[in-house]
């Protein structure tokens, strides 16, 4: 079993970068993706990224291409989600996650609310 | 992207009652089909994967069936921490997408 921690509630403004924190602990060798995704207030769930945490490897939503960065530090078991050119649309609640090896998600971050608000 | 069809976007039910959810992909994803559970401000749970294998701790009055593109997911005997929003979400392939989520509300 895996948990993970996120940062905190952050409130930016139109055209900022936001960066979210993911901190594995627990199992963490048995994690085999971990998905980032988002889900604006009353809406849906909606994939942004994945990243393999062994090689570092992201993949990114077509949505999202050229806006989202993912890193890890691998001496934390800590994966970073950067957001860039930030507008009223991307305000939402922000999960990481660990994905099983049938793609799916077991194991869920408690999700971080990103404001953008002028 | 594989498109999710989820019907229907809510249902009234009775504690007790049988309740019965559809989705339905845009093409076959075999059995590359999971559910979820949110309630209101938390995070989702997953409760079936690979369209019918129950996540380990969730109650058997939940079931999952379907293959290909048509999927049901059962809820035998509602209970009443069992009003929540229920997500379909295809893992076949990437990007995984979800349907747009059932609210299962008190009558």
Redesign the interface.
């Known amino acids: 079993h895996v948990q993970l921690v996120q940062s905190g509630a952050e409130v930016k403004k139109p055209g900022a970068s936001v960066k979210v924190s993911c901190k594995a602990s627990g199992d963490t060798y048995t994690i085999y993706n971990i998905y980032w995704l988002r889900q604006a207030p009353g809406q849906g769930l909606e994939w942004m990224a994945l990243i393999h945490p062994s090689s570092g490897q992201p993949t990114y939503a077509q949505n999202f291409q050229g806006r989202v960065t993912l890193t890890r530090d691998t001496s934390t078991s800590t994966v970073y989600m950067d957001l860039s050119s930030l507008t009223s649309d991307d305000t939402a609640v922000y999960y990481c996650a660990t994905v099983g090896t049938y793609g799916h998600i077991d194991d869920w971050g408690q999700g971080t609310l990103v404001t953008v608000s002028s | 992207d594989i498109q999710m069809t989820q019907l229907p976007t809510s249902v009234s039910a009775s504690v007790g009652d049988r309740v019965t959810i559809t989705c339905r992909a845009t093409q076959s994803i075999s059995t ?1 089909l ?1 559910w ?1 559970q949110q309630k209101l401000g938390a ?4 409760l079936i ?2 369209a019918s294998t129950l ?1 380990g701790g969730v109650p058997s009055r939940f079931s999952g069936s379907g293959s290909g593109t048509n999927f049901i997911f059962t809820i035998s005997s509602l209970q009443p921490e069992d009003f929540a929003t229920y ?1 379909c ?1 295809q ?2 392939n ?8 059932t609210k299962v509300e008190i009558k």
Do not use: E, I, V
């Open positions: 590359y999971n979820y995070a989702p749970k997953l994967y690979g996540q997500y979400q893992s076949y990437t990007p995984p997408t979800f349907g747009q989520g």
